[in-house]
């Protein structure tokens, strides 16, 4: 597996799809005109909306998606891997999909990923969160191989899930990823945390493209796209939340090393776990 240039794109995604979908194709542009090889952009590319109905009034579907059909025509023009951290895409069924997609240097579609875990909380500042009133939650995690490198698929409140990314890790992933919008207040709190976490905890690289700043629908998210080595250590960084592009190189290698040096990954072993009661009777579960 050879090494390669990696590129975060960090936007501020508003309202309207064409402009993001312009905004995120100047981006591409630009990394690809510093060398990179792949670039991630962050959850919610093709519109930031916090509204419901008008959400669902100016989303397509795959086919109509003008950040999809941009990502494929790039990749293809410009000879690179490009992988939307997500968009909303319409289902048939009146639901929505917060759908990821990967395209190779041909524009060939390689996978796409539907979010698994929904962002349903009430935070101390008075935002409360419903996705699952309006996106239809994913069912499958994804490893998907990019020009020999196995890449795994998430998106930001997968984060904090970390058996998805260790289960991604056993099956070969060298590389992770979280492509997120994290809101200011728990990215404040958490974002360098989680990601450092799943990269040293899985042995693996953790790119996670972001959203920044203040949106046009009123959120606030945190911005701080990172590329985490499996080392733990931040390689690239969007210093704030202003958009941006911040590279890294990728060296799949280094994350063989981080498993030979700490092999946790074949050194798990399954446990029954004792759920001890005040009356000194216990139910004895399975975990592992």
Known sequence: ?????????????????????????????????RGVAYVQSPEMTG??????????RIVKDEAGDLVVDAARRLAAELGIAIHVGSTAIALPDGKVANRAFLFDRTGALVATYDKIHMFD?????????????????????????????????????????????????????AVLSAPAAFTRQTGK???????RARAIENGAWLIAAAQ?????????????SVIVDPWGAVAAEMPGDEPGIALAEIDPRASA????????????????????????????????
């Open 47 to 56: 519109a930031l909306v916090r509204d419901r109905q008008t959400l669902r």
């Open 189 to 195: 709190a958490h974002w360098h945390v989680l990601t």
């Open 212 to 224: 920044g700043g203040r949106h046009e629908d009123g959120r606030e998210t945190f911005g701080h």
């Open 1 to 33: 597996m050879n090494a390669f240039k990696a590129a975060v794109v960090q936007m501020r995604s508003g309202m309207d799809p064409a402009r993001n979908a312009a905004d995120f194709e100047a981006l591409v542009r630009e990394a690809a005109g």
């Open 121 to 173: 909380v009430d935070l101390d500042n008075g935002e409360s969160w419903r996705e699952s009133a309006t996106y239809q939650p994913g069912a499958r995690a994804v490893v998907a191989p990019l020009a020999g490198v196995p890449f795994g698929l998430a998106i930001c409140y997968d984060l904090r899930f970390p058996h998805l990314f260790r289960a991604q890790a056993l099956a070969g992933a």
């Open 257 to 288: 090393a981080a498993r030979a040096k700490i092999p946790n990954l074949q050194n798990a072993r399954d446990f029954d776990l004792d759920m001890l009661a005040d009356d000194g009777l216990s139910a004895r579960r399975v975990a592992s």
